[in-house]
């Protein structure tokens, strides 16, 4: 099994900035794509950006220019930098990966417990 261990939310103003950190452990052979997703209370939850293993980015479109996804592949770990925080941004952040636990597994994907983020006015 692969856990994953957010920190680095917390309460923010508008404008300012905050990074997340999500390291996977546990039996990984191998993690593909990383990501963060967020959810609002009463809201779907949404993807905000992805990485593969290779380092190609993707993200939601309200947050380009703002928001840097990266990784470590040497610590399993996914960092966010979230900058010019917006009240929109408020909301509980989930980190996901799609790891194989060995060779012949298959890929899985695994999720965080979740963190706040909270942005204030």
């Known amino acids: 099994q692969v856990q994953l261990v957010e920190s680095g939310g917390g309460l923010v103003q508008a404008g300012g900035s905050l990074r997340l950190s999500c390291a996977a452990s546990g039996s990984i052979f191998t993690i593909g794509v990383m990501g963060w997703d967020r959810q609002v209370p009463g809201k779907e939850r949404e993807l905000v950006a992805s990485?593969?293993?290779?380092?190609?980015?993707n993200y939601k479109d309200s947050v380009k220019g703002r928001f840097t996804i990266s990784r470590d592949n040497d610590k399993n770990t996914v960092y966010l930098q979230m900058n010019n925080l917006k009240p929109e941004d408020t909301a509980v952040y989930y980190c996901?990966?799609?790891?194989?636990?060995?060779?012949?597994?298959?890929?899985?994907?695994?999720w965080g417990q979740g963190i706040q983020v909270t942005v204030s006015s």
């Open positions: 990485i593969t293993s290779g380092g190609i980015t």
């Open positions: 996901n990966a799609d790891a194989k636990y060995t060779y012949w597994s298959t890929y899985q994907i695994y």
